[in-house]
């Protein structure tokens, strides 16, 4: 997407056209997370994870992370939430959903949040250290776009924390096979007569049992959301060798169904 802001510009390696369409996509799916946000933060579960040091998403610890730190597409701000309670200060959060960057206002305390654009934030080149963008890209119309919009405000020697969906996994398949029978029943408004079912789907799919708010949550960015979009492994490979990057080590989450990279500029 071609965006003037400032003295940069970011482009849409996709379709080199005037994107007007790409704007509709976004519009949508800014609407869309404004009316179904996406999960909030686990506190209980963020502690465990301090505690243990977890790797976060398989590659990176958390002592590792170094400021600024800036999350693109931030959501409620539970990744954010971690990171501060992991002792972090300099972090930015950027979100297309103004009710999503509300909520995360309600968790976070040192990290300054913002709504703004996957495809054209306002920061300028080489800005921070770490760049997270986690299940963003493939919910826009341009992930190609995203990725370099990470490239671009990603310091030199920095990190970039990059995860997308995989195509021909669980969650492609099960989007293809479900996704518009899933928008029919929540069209028709008898979706709670499904909340049993949806449940124990999500207990095959991902492991736990979801509450109501949860179910919702999941149900929505999971086939509801206006734009998804799946890549393989090759895909993202050539995106970081097209930009001159180094990949310096991937993983997976999500029963393999999201992709973890992390990459040096
Ligand atoms: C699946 S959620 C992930 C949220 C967060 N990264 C996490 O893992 O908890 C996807 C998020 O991407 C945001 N999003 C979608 N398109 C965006 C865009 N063009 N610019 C910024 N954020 C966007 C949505 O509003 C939503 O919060």
Same mark, same amino acid.
């Given at each position: 997407m071609e965006r003037k802001t400032g003295n940069w510009k970011v482009l @849409? =390696? $996709? @379709?080199?056209? $005037?994107?007007i369409s790409h704007k509709t996509e976004v519009m949508k799916e800014m609407i869309f997370r404004d009316k179904y946000p996406f999960i909030e933060p686990d506190i209980e579960a963020n502690k465990r994870f301090i505690q243990n040091n977890e790797l976060f998403l398989g590659?990176? #610890?958390?002592? $590792?992370f170094k400021e600024p730190i800036i999350e693109i597409g @931030? *959501? =409620? *701000?539970k990744y954010l939430k971690l990171l501060e309670m992991s002792g972090k200060k300099k972090i930015v959060g950027i979100d297309i959903s103004k009710n999503e960057i509300g909520i995360a206002k309600k968790y976070l305390k040192y990290s300054k949040l913002e709504q703004g654009n996957a495809l054209g934030s306002r920061f300028k080149h080489n800005s921070f250290e770490i760049v997270m963008c986690c299940g963003?890209? #493939?919910? =826009?119309?341009?992930p190609r776009g995203v990725f370099n919009e990470c490239v671009r405000i990603c310091k030199y020697n920095g990190r970039i924390v990059f995860a997308i969906y995989r195509k021909h996994s669980l969650y492609y398949w099960d989007y293809l096979l479900f996704n518009r029978i899933v928008k029919l029943i929540f069209k028709m408004k008898i979706e709670k007569i499904f909340y049993p079912l949806l449940k124990l789907w999500f207990l095959f799919l991902d492991g736990n049992w979801a509450d109501n708010k949860l179910l919702l949550s999941k149900t929505s960015d999971r086939y509801l959301t206006p734009v998804v979009k799946f890549f393989s492994e090759e895909d993202i490979l050539w995106w970081i060798i097209e930009n001159d990057l180094k990949l310096i080590t991937k993983s997976s989450i999500c029963r393999d169904s999201v992709m973890t990279f992390l990459i040096e500029k």
């Open positions: @849409c =390696t $996709e @379709c080199y056209n $005037e994107p590659l990176l #610890h958390l002592k $590792e @931030c *959501g =409620t *701000g963003v890209a #493939h919910h =826009t119309p341009s």
